[in-house]
C-alpha cells in the first residue's frame, strides 16, 4: 500500500482540518482573553492551509 501524492495531500488536510477546528474550540471555551483571539485566528489560517491543499489534490 504506497502512498502516492493525493493520499498525503488528503492525510495532510484531515489533519490541518482537525488542528484548526480544535484550535478554535481553544479560542471559543478555553481562553477568555485575548489569547483566545490568537488560538482562534490562527485555528481559521490552518482550515485556510487546508482548503488549498484539497484544491492541489490531483494536479500535483
Given at each position: ?38 488560538f482562534a485566528s490562527v485555528g481559521v489560517g490552518f482550515l485556510a492551509v ?11
Amino acid at each position: 500500500m504506497g502512498m502516492n501524492k493525493n493520499t498525503v495531500l488528503a492525510w495532510a488536510t484531515f489533519i490541518m482540518i482537525f488542528v484548526g477546528i480544535g484550535m478554535i474550540a481553544l479560542g471559543a471555551f478555553k481562553y477568555d482573553e485575548v489569547a483566545g483571539w490568537g488560538f482562534a485566528s490562527v485555528g481559521v489560517g490552518f482550515l485556510a492551509v487546508a482548503w488549498v491543499f484539497n484544491a492541489l489534490k490531483g494536479r500535483v
